[in-house]
């Protein structure tokens, strides 16, 4: 019973004020092993590009350098005779003249311009045609910087490495985040630990996922000194309700749904849980933050199949070093 007591303690929200789980620490090297790691020899990987490899790369850098200097002309000479630019905009420049006309004319409108290519990757098709694709910055005063994905084509002449063609496209957007709407929780980062009762305590940890857009919480509860039960909590921004909410799983298979809400220092959780055994739990809970490193929790009206359960008394969880 107090098995099932303490996965619905754990589903409704005791836990959750910081969770994760810690890497065990690894048993020691046997002393050999470690005089042998001790003196091994750092590795070092070097990239050795081809002559020709090094050759574009060079035309990359002067190509930049021309565009930075405002210079029509000079960029148009990195193109063969024939060679043709599909822009953004879908227009076609094709060959040199087109070229020195449209670069002069766009140079003469923005003075100053800048030109900054990033994330260039270089790849060999033949012995005499390769490819460059990464990505355009261009900076104008006063304005926004531009950017665009990029392939460009270079072929082998007599003069030297040319680009052929060029075809660029609108940067992909930035994948959206909902930091903004969780950002006030952010105090869950990092590890807590509580003492929920003698002789056990509860380990949490809290981290940011990828752009952000969730915090993930991992618990821990110990029963003198070893693991005896564990869960993870996901707490993400709901846009088709406009609120924040969370998902709970346990490892007795217990699972649980929030939703969020504060006012000013204090949040409060509507919780409704599935206990392993299939009875159904709700809760509301309450954390009120009382500085970075202090969190006082409760948990009121906790129901078990429509039986009122008793309350539970303010603990205090407190931030880990």
């Given amino acids: 019973m107090k098995r099932i007591a303490l996965s619905w303690l754990l589903a409704v929200g005791i836990a959750g004020t910081g969770w994760a789980q810690e890497k065990p620490p690894e048993a020691p090297l046997p002393e050999a092993e470690v005089a042998a790691e001790a003196d091994s020899p750092e590795v070092t990987v070097e990239l050795v590009l081809t002559e020709d490899e090094t050759a574009i790369l060079a035309a990359v850098d002067s190509y930049v350098a021309a565009f930075n200097k405002g210079?029509?002309?000079a960029l148009a000479q990195h193109w063969t005779e024939d060679g043709e630019f599909v822009m953004e905009s879908g227009e076609v420049l094709k060959g040199h003249d087109a070229?020195?006309?449209q670069f002069s004319t766009y140079f003469e409108s923005n003075p100053g311009v800048k030109?900054?290519?990033t994330n260039t990757q270089i790849k060999m098709i033949s012995p005499r045609?390769?490819?460059e694709s990464g990505l355009a910055r261009v900076l104008a005063e006063g304005q926004e910087p531009s950017e665009?994905?990029?392939e460009a084509i270079h072929v082998k002449t007599p003069e030297g490495w040319r680009i052929d063609s060029v075809k660029e496209e609108a940067a992909p957007a930035d994948a959206p985040s909902h930091y903004d709407h969780l950002q006030s929780l952010e105090?869950?980062?990092g590890k807590w630990v509580d003492n929920a009762e003698e002789g056990m305590t509860i380990e949490t940890t809290g981290r940011w996922t990828t752009n952000q857009n969730f915090i993930v919480r991992t618990f821990r509860v110990f029963i003198e000194d070893q693991v005896d039960f564990e869960?993870?909590?996901v707490i993400g921004w709901d846009p088709s309700n406009d609120a924040i909410r969370s998902?709970?799983?346990?490892?007795?298979g217990g699972f649980g749904v929030g939703r969020w809400s504060n006012n000013g220092s204090r949040w409060t959780v509507q919780a409704l849980s599935v206990l392993p055994d299939g009875r159904r739990a709700s809760s509301t809970n309450i954390y009120d933050v009382v500085d970075e490193n202090t969190v006082q929790f409760k948990s009121i009206g906790r129901q078990v199949d429509g039986q009122l359960m008793p309350s539970i008394e303010t603990l205090t969880i407190i931030r880990a070093e």
């Fill in 115 to 117: 030109l900054e290519l």
């Fill in 99 to 101: 070229m020195i006309s």
């Fill in 148 to 150: 665009t994905v990029y």
């Fill in 71 to 73: 210079d029509g002309k």
């Fill in 129 to 131: 045609v390769a490819s």
């Fill in 231 to 233: 869960g993870t909590q």
């Fill in 187 to 189: 105090w869950m980062i």
């Fill in 247 to 252: 998902w709970t799983f346990d490892s007795d």
